[in-house]
């Protein structure tokens, strides 16, 4: 048994990862030690085992290894006029010739007054009844998810409800750089 599976199965045991009552039943656990066993027998030193490490991470993500071309070939039709990327599924466009966007532009992260944060995606809420809408790409080759702190504040309206705002405007400035948005009016308005 070489020294990686050795590493790997102490690690994974330590972690609880094999154990019934953790995810998926143990069976992460044996997930990864057969993918640690074909890595293992393959033999690689340390520089081809860094280099396909890091192919494996980005092809089982479903990343795309070189830029998208926006090429006709790259493009499904999940729904009438609506096109969605092969190659980078989080990646649209409305009609054969629409302009691609980007629904992973960015994340956001709140952080509430107690200190504790929490992230998740969605509608980009700015002052008063505006939003951010549809991240058009400016260049493929340059795609980053970009985070976008917001400050948490109790709404003095209901305080079981929250209210959000950017914790810094700049944010927006590198979203800029990367891509082209609307702002959009919403229709239900909302205070803050």
């Known amino acids: 048994m070489s020294n990686l599976i050795k590493h790997a199965e102490r690690e994974l045991k330590l972690a609880g990862l094999f154990d019934k009552d953790s995810d998926y039943n143990g069976m992460l656990g044996d997930a990864v030690m057969e993918l640690m066993k074909v890595f293992s027998n393959q033999g690689h030193s340390g520089m081809s085992a860094s280099m396909v490490?890091?192919?494996?991470d980005k092809l089982s993500r479903f990343k795309q290894l070189t830029p998208l071309t926006f090429k006709d070939d790259e493009w499904n039709e999940p729904g009438e006029n609506s096109y969605q990327n092969k190659r980078r599924s989080s990646?649209?466009?409305d009609g054969k010739d629409g302009k691609p966007y980007f629904i992973d532009a960015y994340t956001m992260i709140a952080i509430?007054?107690?200190g504790h944060t929490s992230g998740w995606s969605g509608t980009l809420l700015l002052e008063g009844n505006k939003s951010v809408r549809r991240c058009y790409i400016k260049d493929p080759s340059s795609m980053p998810t970009i985070k976008i702190r917001l400050k948490a504040h109790y709404n003095s309206n209901d305080l079981a409800d929250w209210d959000f705002e950017l914790a810094k405007e700049s944010q927006l400035e590198e979203l800029k750089k990367y891509y082209d948005f609307e702002i959009r009016e919403n229709?239900?308005?909302r205070t803050n």
């Open 53 to 56: 490490s890091s192919l494996f």
């Open 91 to 93: 990646v649209f466009k």
């Open 112 to 114: 509430f007054p107690d």
């Open 187 to 189: 229709e239900n308005p």
